[in-house]
């Protein structure tokens, strides 16, 4: 199936859509791309420069349009902008109203902050965004900056998680997954699959630090077992089961900021296909 990806190019590290690419590639999929920026580096690294490509976006969907491309999936990351936030969600609706699938991971932040260089605008930016998904998949910071309610550090019951994940489908996603949970104090991953009115908390083993670039790899790998048919609770599963490996083959990086050089491990993404 032909995927397009809308996302950051980040250039010295393996985040954004240089995660995702060489994922959704290895799996099979003709992967396609519209970058919302190109940035220097991870924003950790305390210098950065960004590229802010609005005008580009602006420009390009009409030419798209024109040429009648469309793609059996979409998935979109980070958004630069109010004016590119409106353009690529308007862009997802007409897409979906002709069957494509809409993947939003709303990235913002983790660890009960927002990242480094972004703003509460943001938020409201990510919402447009989630309106739209059919699978919106962000981390426990990010979806309770989204829902408007507050981050626990030490974790919220299982009745607190569904409100959280109902807050998300109020915006507008069909199916929610909510990862880096701590759930009745267990590491858990949260999640409601509209198809059969579902909702399913997983369990995994957190490995401490934080790793760049592995929400990225997540989407990718979630994004290639649904696309594969397979039930969204069982897709979550192996993602999660895949993430680990690869996280735990480099739990020992000096430099996390950089990201998982991913084209070293796409065996264990393999894998996690044909488990």
């Known amino acids: 199936m032909q995927i397009l990806l809308i996302n950051d190019m980040v250039g010295h590290s393996k985040v954004g859509m240089g995660a995702m690419l060489p994922v959704l590639s290895y799996l099979g999929h003709p992967t396609f791309n519209l970058p919302t920026a190109l940035v220097s580096n991870t924003f950790d690294y305390g210098k950065f420069r960004v590229l802010d490509t609005t005008e580009y976006i602006r420009e390009t969907l009409p030419v798209w349009k024109e040429l009648g491309f469309r793609c059996d999936a979409i998935c979109t990351g980070c958004m630069f902008s109010e004016e590119q936030a409106t353009l690529v969600a308007d862009y997802c609706r007409e897409q979906s109203a002709q069957g494509t699938v809409v993947f939003v991971d709303p990235v913002m932040g983790d660890g009960g902050r927002l990242y480094n260089g972004m703003t509460m605008r943001q938020v409201d930016i990510m919402r447009r965004m989630v309106a739209v998904a059919d699978l919106t998949f962000p981390n426990y910071t990010e979806a309770s900056l989204l829902a408007g309610m507050p981050f626990r550090q030490e974790g919220i019951s299982r009745e607190e998680a569904i409100q ?112």
């Open 164 to 275: 959280l994940v109902d807050k998300l489908r109020e915006i507008g996603a069909k199916s929610v997954i909510v990862t880096s949970c701590v759930i009745d104090g267990q590491h858990c991953v949260a999640g409601y699959n509209h198809a059969d009115n579902d909702y399913f908390f997983l369990n995994y083993e957190e490995i401490p630090g934080l790793f760049h670039g592995t929400g990225d790899l997540f989407s990718a790998i979630l994004i290639g077992h649904v696309l594969n048919q397979e039930p969204l609770k069982e897709s979550t599963r192996r993602t999660m089961d895949a993430i680990y490996k690869i996280i735990s083959l480099n739990k020992d990086l000096d430099d996390k900021h950089r990201g998982i050089l991913i084209e070293q491990f796409l065996n264990y993404v393999y894998k996690s296909q044909e488990r």
